[in-house]
């Protein structure tokens, strides 16, 4: 029987989407024809897919409708309008109704495509079925380590609108009572081992008065498919009489080093920057210091090309 999910989404096959993979086929020769054949198919039910959910695609822009790639490679592209390039993969259904419950993903296209989609394509019923997606390619991929339809539209939808606003404002005044927001965890929880060419070095004045007054807490950031690992924001706070002194370090995770041109901001009330860090290619972490007075607000920005999370804070 084919393979099914419990989030499998059935999808059709149009006729519109039959002569075209007919049209792209008789374009190779026979070895060829049935890989781009599949592939269009595969490309094609994605495309109405997402017409239908309101999500502008266009094929035409994709290396999958381009006749040269079509015969150099393996590519089944949809170019998802204003986002990228989104990897449509045919499972085909055999003539005894039997398909794979893994995946191939061909090296030529793991890399630049914000995410992979699995369609298993069973031509002679006119059917298709949405299997689930990932992030992420490897070249034999389980179906059941597929995510659900659901999750890609909640995938697409985070990087059609990229900025994201924490939902609640971290109290900094409370955090020295040891009352924390959610998702702040110690630096050793998250940094573990601890990346200690950390040590806050370059903190001077007010931040190195009495290290034992300071507390530090670290919190997990999502730059979705921008880079393959969150990074960790970690702020430490060292408070006097007048004022408390913030440092401010982004941290990867699961790697030695930051991404080039990921760029740390402290915003004012108004949302304009005042200060700002940007790594270079060898930095394992970036840093910003600055003192503030209690009650004040502001918010730090951590950021990779388009994608982009805030977090907000009141001293």
Known sequence: MTYTTSSALPLPITRR???????????????????????????????????????AADPSGSDSWNPVSQLCADVA??????????ECRPLSVN???????????????WEDRIGYVVVQINEAAQEASLLGFTERAIEALPLSQLRSPEALLDHLDRLMHPVTAASRVANLSQWLQNIFEEGWQTVDALLNPPNLAYGFRGIDSAASQDRSQSLRRAKLIDLNIQMPNP??????????????????????TGTT????????????????????????????????????HSGETFQVQVAIADASVIESFVI
């Not at 070895?31 to 781009?36: D, F």
Request: charged residues 15%; contains cysteine; aromatic residues 4%.
């Open 17 to 55: 989407a039959i002569a075209l993979a007919d049209q792209f086929a008789h374009r190779h020769p026979a070895e060829k024809a049935a890989q781009v054949r599949l592939n269009t198919l595969a490309v094609c039910v994605m495309n109405d897919y997402l017409q239908m959910m309101g999500i």
């Open 77 to 86: 592209d949809l170019e998802v309008l204003g986002v990228g390039k989104l």
């Open 95 to 109: 003539s005894i109704g039997q398909t794979s419950d893994v995946c191939n993903v061909p090296p030529e296209v």
């Open 231 to 252: 990074v960790a924001l970690v702020v430490e706070l060292t408070p006097d009489a007048e004022q408390t002194a913030i440092c401010l370090q982004v941290h990867p």
């Open 257 to 292: 080093y930051l991404p080039p041109d990921l760029r740390l901001a402290v915003l004012d009330e108004a949302g304009a920057i005042f200060l700002e860090a940007q790594s270079r290619g060898t930095d394992n972490y970036i840093q910003l210091q600055f003192s503030g």
